[in-house]
């Protein structure tokens, strides 16, 4: 199973755009960090970080709703990948069962023409 916190940024940006690594390699490198913290907590914890940024009662409202809307999105992000890992579970788990079903058809058939 691959390892969520292993992946390699790719940058899209269009020809002669500079990337955010090249302008502000600080904030990438922050962002970078907050993305690994968050793929390491269970989902349970990113949903109660959201419930957490939305109640703060020492920030303004916008403030709190921004702050919860980042949280969201490392909880999708974290369902996602996920529910990744589950569909390929079940994609091999699904190809072992038609192997094994070809199987026993085979050899239901040899069956057959040995005992007549």
């Given at each position: 199973?691959?390892?969520?916190?292993?992946?390699?940024?790719?940058?899209?940006?269009?020809?002669?755009?500079?990337?955010?690594?090249?302008?502000d390699p600080r904030r990438?490198?922050?962002?970078?960090?907050?993305?690994?913290?968050?793929?390491?907590?269970?989902?349970?914890?990113?949903?109660?970080?959201?419930?957490?940024?939305?109640?703060?009662?020492?920030?303004?409202?916008?403030?709190?709703?921004?702050?919860?809307?980042?949280r969201m999105v490392s909880?999708?992000?974290?369902?996602?990948?996920?529910?990744?890992?589950?569909?390929?579970?079940?994609?091999?788990?699904?190809?072992?069962?038609?192997?094994?079903?070809?199987?026993?058809?085979?050899?239901?058939?040899?069956?057959l023409f040995k005992t007549?």
């Amino acid at each position: 199973m691959r390892n969520y916190r292993e992946w390699k940024r790719v940058n899209l940006e269009s020809p002669g755009q500079p990337s955010l690594s090249d302008i502000d390699p600080r904030r990438r490198q922050l962002a970078e960090e907050e993305t690994d913290k968050d793929l390491r907590k269970p989902i349970q914890q990113l949903m109660c970080d959201v419930h957490e940024e939305a109640l703060d009662p020492n920030r303004p409202i916008q403030h709190n709703l921004v702050h919860a809307t980042k949280r969201m999105v490392s909880l999708m992000g974290r369902v996602a990948l996920e529910h990744e890992r589950s569909s390929n579970v079940l994609l091999i788990l699904t190809w072992i069962l038609v192997t094994l079903t070809v199987a026993i058809a085979v050899l239901t058939v040899v069956l057959l023409f040995k005992t007549q």
